[in-house]
């Protein structure tokens, strides 16, 4: 699959993708992105639209408390 087109696919999709790779291939948000070719943002948007948020310390998205 190619990263690059990731970003257009199902949100709930592209969480678990960006999770596994942050879990097993990317230490941080930062290299996530460089490695799907895409802006820090722009992921961080797509997936606050499912309700999702990036935390550092445990480098994954986790759902927004409400």
Known sequence: MEMT???HMDANILLGIANDRLRHEC??????????????RQLENRLAEIG????????????DIK
């Open 27 to 40: 230490s941080s948000l930062h290299s996530l992105a460089a490695m799907m070719d895409v802006n820090e």
């Open 52 to 63: 999702f948020h990036y935390e550092q310390g445990l480098n994954q998205f986790m759902p």
């Open 5 to 7: 087109k990731c970003i």
